[in-house]
């Protein structure tokens, strides 16, 4: 029963996380969208703020979930596991907000005939992260169906390595000025990140399932 409370608590903190993770997933793409759409910097930069609020409420839940987990002395035999699991679930949304705090700071143009790629760049790492929490939120309760969508999160973080490769060329191609063709492709691949990065979420979650199964 000790250790049923134990991992109900840690669901629920999981679970709270993941709401503000998803929500900053989502911000990030409206925000993004809405950019490539209208290319209004002055709301851009407005957006980015609701992007970086989700994010920081993220990272104070994750800080509430680490500190209970040392002073309540909860699964100390995967706590190492879970919270590496946390750091990298964390790593997600906060590269979403470094991809259009890098448009801010660096106030990047969108070209009109690269912004449907880019957009569907976009997509497919915002699926590849809304799969992962989907696996993470399964994590304790169905083993099954969590390691099943990790190998979805493979699945879209391999087409957008692939979405990565042709717009970097398309943007070499192009007749862009040098210093837009080297922004252009750091942001590119800065959006991929968001694939990568659910990718390792995958990874640990397989590990932690493996370990419970055994």
């Not at 490539?36 to 994010?55: G, M």
Request: hydrophobic share 45%; glycine share 4%; proline share 2%.
């Amino acid at each position: 029963m000790f250790f049923k409370n134990k991992q109900k608590v840690l669901e629920k903190q999981l679970f709270s996380y993941g709401e503000k993770a998803a929500l900053c997933i989502q911000e990030f793409q409206r925000t993004f969208q809405a950019y490539a759409e209208t290319h209004d910097f002055k709301a851009l930069q407005e957006d980015v703020e609701w992007v970086h609020k989700a994010e920081s409420e993220a990272d104070d839940i994750r800080r509430e979930v680490e500190d209970m987990m040392y002073t309540r002395a909860l699964f100390p035999e995967s706590r190492g596991d879970i919270l590496g699991l946390l750091e990298a679930l964390d790593s997600v949304p906060n590269q979403a907000e470094k991809v259009v705090r890098a448009i801010v700071n660096q106030r990047i143009v969108l070209p009109d005939d690269l912004c449907p790629s880019l957009l569907e760049l976009v997509d497919v790492s915002c699926r590849a992260a809304s799969a992962m929490l989907e696996a993470a939120s399964k994590l304790f309760g169905d083993f099954t169906s969590a390691t099943a969508i990790t190998g979805r999160i493979d699945e879209l973080e391999s087409l957008a390595d692939a979405q990565e490769a042709a717009l970097t060329q398309l943007v070499f191609a192009g007749s862009y000025d040098p210093l837009s063709k080297i922004l252009l492709r750091d942001l590119i691949k800065h959006i991929a990140a968001i694939s990568d990065r659910a990718e390792n979420v995958g990874d640990r979650i397989r590990i932690i399932v493996v370990k419970r199964m055994v």
